[in-house]
């Protein structure tokens, strides 16, 4: 589920990205945005925050179909700020966010979700009074009747679920509750999934399980978009990234290219 975001968000919901370089050789990540003209999400000169207080400045980003990009950056980048926007959860400012065919720029988040979009947010992401099966029913709570046929896909994607599906959700552990949140998205089958810190507070064997799941999500053709705070294992495995700096673009290249390259080291690690 999904709270309105207040002004506080602006400071208190940027996590850190655990930004790390990698070894391997140099390489040079693009400081230019490369716009492309069939992606399935694309973000156009995007300025958004909470309130009257501004956070992020022109950002441009996209995901083309099947794709798998994350967003990497600093404490108070505007990572999460640019998720919460594409799902109509912020101030907007300027700009335009485009799904598919539909400028979904000023969109409520609840119009946005028939549109084949998803989001999963990083905190109070599941009804904790209610079942694992009621959560995951809820996901599909704009149709007439619970689709079967994704629920047995959620269930096979995470057998623990179908486990516990009696057991009460705020009962869970923190990496089941993250499934749960993912599973109850993905019960209307979207085209593109984002996820805000999907590893954040999961214990550090349970990382490795969350981020194969991600992956076994997009292999099955599910777009996913990405604030991550373990910024090394997300560009490692993730097709392109974005770096954030105070709200705005600052590199977008391959995960690789970005993991490996010399000023992307020397900005975020002091050398």
């Known amino acids: 589920m999904t709270d309105e975001p207040t002004a ?5 919901d940027e996590s850190s990205s655990g930004f ?15 716009l492309y003209e069939d992606s399935i999400l694309s973000v156009r000169d995007l300025d958004a925050g909470y309130g009257d207080l501004q956070i992020l400045t022109d950002v441009d980003m996209d995901v083309n179909d099947e794709e798998y990009v994350t967003i990497v950056g600093p404490n108070g980048a505007g990572k999460s700020t640019v998720m919460k926007s594409v799902f109509g959860l912020t101030s907007h400012m300027g700009g335009t966010v485009q799904f598919g065919t539909n400028d979904i720029t000023t969109m409520r988040p609840e119009d946005i979700i028939h549109l084949g979009l998803g989001y999963v947010p990083q905190n109070d992401n599941v009804f904790g009074t209610l079942t694992v099966r009621e959560n995951l029913e809820m996901g599909a709570y ?10 047995n896909e ?24 993250q499934m749960l949140a993912m599973g109850r998205a993905l019960m209307l089958d979207p085209e593109l ?8 507070g999961l214990a550090p064997d349970l990382v490795a399980e969350m981020f ?15 604030v991550e ?14 770096v954030l700096v105070d709200g705005k673009n600052r590199y977008e290249d391959e995960g690789t290219t970005l993991l490996n390259d010399p000023q992307v080291r ?6």
């Open 8 to 12: 506080a968000d602006a400071t208190a």
């Open 20 to 34: 790390q370089p990698d070894g391997g050789a140099a390489t040079s990540a693009a400081t230019e945005v490369t």
């Open 142 to 151: 704009i149709l007439e009747d619970v689709p079967q046929d994704s629920l």
């Open 154 to 177: 959620v269930f096979e994607r995470f057998p623990i679920l179908e486990e516990r599906q009696d057991q009460k959700a705020g009962t869970l552990s923190g990496g089941q509750q």
């Open 193 to 200: 999934l984002l996820l805000d810190e999907p590893s954040a």
């Open 212 to 226: 194969d799941k991600i992956d076994e999500i997009n292999d099955a053709g599910t777009a996913v978009l990405m």
């Open 229 to 242: 705070q373990n910024a090394k294992e997300a560009l490692r495995r993730c097709d392109r990234g974005y």
């Open 266 to 271: 020397q900005d975020f690690l002091g050398g």
